[in-house]
């Protein structure tokens, strides 16, 4: 990937013109430039946060990851489609799985990097990756076993989150499952990490519990389970 592609290309790409056009463009520019390893500037009190220095050295990755697969785990031959994928083909153990990878993304980077891995990896496997917001996914009704969402919920109100449920309804199969996290606003690293992410370029919304679990019932889904991580919490869901 060349260092001197445009890092907000996502907002180049014909989609649909809605309100959510701007925040989602805004949320492919901060991740487009942490996959880039370009530089974040921040003010000095914030670089004094620790939960900062964790981010800086890689500590807070694995602390905020969301392990979908101890609720959920993928299948052999099910057909998974994970939204905001990032690079998670190359990461998590799909080929142990056995399921079928689908992405989508609204970072051209990791789009464009794991459809040039991918398929190099398990070429039966690896189905591509999409360029696309969660709102307006770019496939067939009834599709797919499972659907995967994790790590950017909370980039967006919850206003947008009915029209992703929308959508994930649409493309799941009949008793299919939804899995995707929340951020806790309880939590004691969660106020922190919305200051952090705000810096890196990310407003992030903290909303409660009460309030996405009535999002889901309104939405006609079921909680089948919930996991409380350290920062996010995990539901899995179904229509």
């Known amino acids: 990937m060349s260092k001197n592609q445009p890092i907000n290309s996502f907002k180049n790409k014909n989609y649909s013109l809605d ?11 901060r991740f487009n430039k942490e996959y880039q390893k370009e530089p974040f500037e921040v003010p000095a ?25 101890e609720i959920a785990q993928p299948q052999k031959n099910q057909r998974c489609l994970d939204i905001g994928c990032g690079v998670s083909f190359l990461i ?19 789009r464009d990097t794991l459809n ?11 189905k591509g990756v999409e360029l696309g917001p969660a709102h307006q996914l ?8 499972l659907v995967i969402a994790t790590g950017f919920s909370c980039y967006f109100p919850l206003e947008y989150w009915q029209s992703v449920l929308s959508e ?3 493309v799941l199969k009949p008793g299919g499952y939804f899995v995707f996290d929340i951020l806790n606003s309880e939590q004691p690293l969660a106020e922190d990490w919305a200051v952090l992410e705000t810096y890196l370029g990310a407003e992030v919304f903290l909303e409660t519990a009460s309030d996405w679990e009535k999002t889901i019932k309104n939405a006609g889904a079921k909680i089948v389970k919930k996991q409380l991580g350290e920062l996010f919490e995990l539901y899995k869901i179904r229509f």
């Open 19 to 29: 309100k959510w056009q701007e925040r989602i463009a805004q949320i492919a520019y």
């Open 45 to 69: 009190e914030v670089e004094e946060m620790p939960i900062y220095k964790e981010w800086k050295n890689g500590i807070l990755a694995y602390k905020i990851a969301s392990p979908f697969w």
């Open 92 to 110: 998590y153990p799909w080929r142990n799985w056995q399921t079928y990878f689908y992405g989508q993304e609204i970072s051209n980077i990791a």
């Open 116 to 126: 040039s891995r991918g398929s190099q990896l398990n070429s039966k496997l690896f």
């Open 138 to 145: 770019n496939y067939d009704a009834a599709q797919f076993d």
């Open 168 to 170: 994930v309804k649409r």
